[in-house]
Every structure is written in C-alpha cells, then in structure tokens.
Nanobody
C-alpha cells in the first residue's frame, strides 16, 4: 500500500485546512487509516484515525472537537478537516495505515510523505 497526502499549507490562527490521504496498491486489505503530526524536536503525536468501514473514529485528546476525520471507502481516501487552528498545531502531518488496531507510531509500517501545516498567530 502507498499513501499520498495533500492539503497542507499556511493559515492564520482560527482558520481551517483539509488534509487528504489516498491509498493505492493493495487497498483490498482492511486498514485503519489516520494521521500523526510531528513538530520540530518533538515526538510523533497521534492526531486521528478511522476504521476501515468508518464505523469507529479516534482522536488525540487535545484535538477532539476541532478536528474531524472521515473516510471515502470507494476512493480509498481519508480526509482530516481541521478547524479553529492554533499556532501550536504547526507541524508536519503524516498519513499512516495499519492493519493493527493499536495504530501506534512505533509499529506502523505504512506511511505517506508529510504535508506541512503552518498556523500563524
């Protein structure tokens, strides 16, 4: 499976961005898909994940309420709608896929390229 992410950019505080991640290749497998982010000098932080059939969604503790993850199963695409963005949301955002329900950064093997989100104050 290969992941292609897009949608990052520069936005003012309070603004919104929508990230998308499209899977190609062996997409018949049932993968959990989601996002991590990493700011310079920091560890990967879990952002959000969604089950294969979009029946379950998970969010990082500090992000629920501002971010919404959704999945278009027919297009093998996951979207991350980010609202009310803050300067502390500035980070490289990385799409990931995993067949394991643990969905931990340390064990995930399928990563997309990062897309930068920069929020100015």
């Amino acid at each position: 499976v290969q992941l292609q992410a897009c949608g990052g950019g520069l936005v003012q505080a309070g603004g919104s961005l929508r990230l998308s991640c499209t899977a190609s290749g062996r997409t018949s497998s049932r993968y959990i898909m989601g996002w991590f982010r990493q700011a310079p000098g920091k560890e990967h932080e879990f952002v959000a994940a969604i089950g294969w059939s979009a029946d379950r969604v998970y969010y990082g503790d500090s992000l629920k309420g501002r971010f919404t993850i959704s999945r278009d199963t027919a297009k093998n695409t996951v979207h991350l709608q980010m609202n009310s963005l803050k300067p502390e949301d500035t980070a490289g955002h990385y799409c990931a896929a995993d067949s394991s329900s643990s969905f931990a950064a340390a064990t995930i093997k399928i990563w997309g390229q990062g897309t930068q989100v920069t929020v100015s104050s």
